[in-house]
């Protein structure tokens, strides 16, 4: 393959990840980790709500069972949960970075609260506020193709830097 070729084969697989929500900057809180400590494999595991429901509540990580992954530091509940985390990162990582969904919906970058959560379609989305919620599960594959839509530009902008609102510090990740 050719310089040209390898450039361009490099730039397609960038928008691809881009596109899926994989690449960029995660979003990490005042706690230092991506979801504010909470183990993303865990939620794989939970029974999820159907939309209008109240999602059971995100298990907490171990700030000693961490993995690094783009870029951030992710906290695990256990180590059988990084082991899975390490096999596969981009299936277990939130989409957009951890940024919320329906921001990223609406053209914006804002934090992605680790208890507002539903995955669709083996894929891990947070949004910001109860309200956020009701808006985005309106119609979820709207707001799902939008924010993919708007991904690639909003992407390389830096991560928000706002703390979640209504989340209590210090419950994620657990110490030691």
């Avoid at 230092?32 to 209008?52: E, H, I, K, M, R």
């Avoid at 992954?69 to 509940?77: Q, T």
């Avoid at 839509?149 to 657990?174: H, I, K, M, R, S």
Wanted: charged share 15%; glycine share 12%.
């Amino acid at each position: 393959m050719g310089r040209i070729g390898l450039a361009l084969a490099t730039a397609l697989l960038a928008a691809g990840l881009a596109a899926r929500g994989e690449a960029g900057e995660q979003y990490v809180d005042g706690s230092g980790f991506a979801v504010s400590g909470y183990d993303t494999v865990a939620y794989f595991d939970l029974a999820q709500a159907p939309p209008g429901g109240a999602q059971p509540a995100a298990v907490p990580g171990r700030s000693e069972i961490t993995a690094t992954y783009n870029g951030a530091r992710f906290a695990f509940s256990s180590t059988a949960n990084r082991d899975r985390f390490l096999a596969d990162p981009a299936r277990y990582a939130p989409q957009f970075d951890g940024h919320c969904a329906l921001g990223v919906a609406m053209e914006g970058k804002v934090p992605g609260n680790p208890q507002l959560w539903r995955i669709v379609d083996g894929r891990l989305y947070l949004n910001i506020v109860p309200r956020a919620v009701e808006l985005w599960e309106a119609d979820i594959p709207a707001n799902i193709s939008r924010a993919e839509g708007n991904w690639p530009a909003l992407e390389p902008a830096p991560a928000a830097a706002d703390a979640v609102p209504g989340l209590p510090a210090g419950t994620a990740p657990q110490p030691k």
